[in-house]
């Protein structure tokens, strides 16, 4: 059975992390003389991914909410670069309009995700 494509996820927070983890990747497919940025994009694109994806399988609620809060210090990192560095290199600057705004969406969608996981820690510790 084919795995269902990662539009159709439910979580729009594990697809749009995803999305930009893939899109940072091609924007910085060509940065060749631009090495440092482009290995740092991509580690931080994939710090992103990979702490959004952590969290579907968290230990407790205090464990979710603490990958969640990892991922926002690396989106943090990864806007601050596209929008710095953006207007420097062309290949950023072409994307980095998309990029921002997936950047955006990604810290919108993980601040809710936070603050919902925060309001209903006292219900219950284990989710």
Do not use: W
Request: hydrophobic share 40%; aromatic share 4%.
């Amino acid at each position: 059975m084919a795995h269902p494509s990662i539009e159709n996820r439910d979580n729009q927070l594990y697809v749009r992390a995803t999305l930009l983890s893939v899109y940072i990747s091609a924007a910085c497919s060509d940065l060749d003389k631009y090495d440092a940025l482009r290995d740092q994009m991509k580690r931080a694109a994939r710090g992103v991914k990979n702490c959004v994806n952590e969290a579907q399988s968290p230990e407790s609620r205090a464990d979710f909410i603490h990958k969640l809060k990892i991922a926002d210090k690396e989106l943090c990192e990864l806007t601050g670069m596209v929008a710095t560095e953006g207007s420097k290199v062309p290949l950023i600057r072409i994307h980095s309009a998309l990029l921002l705004e997936l950047c955006l969406d990604v810290a919108r969608l993980l601040g809710k995700s936070i603050s919902s996981a925060k309001r209903n820690r006292n219900t219950r510790d284990k989710i």
